[in-house]
Each structure stands twice: as C-alpha cells, then as structure tokens.
C-alpha cells in the first residue's frame, strides 16, 4: 500500500533492494536477482508489482 501511487519509487526501492540482495547472494545470477526485484518494470504478460496485469 505505502508505494500503491508511486510506482518509481517502488522501482527506486527495489533498485537499491536488488543491489543490496547482489552483495549478499553473491553464488545467484545476478540476471535471476534482477528479474526478481525489477523484472515487472519491463511490462509484459506477468504481474507487475502493483498487482496488475500489463498486457
């Protein structure tokens, strides 16, 4: 709810939670962990973020 109206702030959060996860999870693919925390920034067929659906 905090980041319901305020979607580059959500992205801008889970930028910095993508870089901080990076350092710690340092044996993941880094193209895994950022499709996890930023993946829905790109659209397409899957839930973004927000709980909806782009097309």
């Known amino acids: 709810m905090e980041f ?3 979607p580059m702030s959500l ?4 930028g910095a ?5 990076a350092e ?4 993941a693919p880094a ?3 950022h499709r996890r ?3 829905w920034l790109r659209g397409g067929h899957e839930d973004d973020a927000l709980g909806t659906r782009t097309p």
Request: hydrophobic share 60%; glycine share 10%.
């Open 31 to 33: 193209g895994t962990l």
């Open 4 to 6: 319901a109206d305020a």
């Open 37 to 39: 925390f930023l993946g």
């Open 11 to 14: 992205a801008l959060y889970m």
């Open 17 to 21: 939670q993508f870089a901080r996860a």
């Open 24 to 27: 710690d999870l340092t044996w």
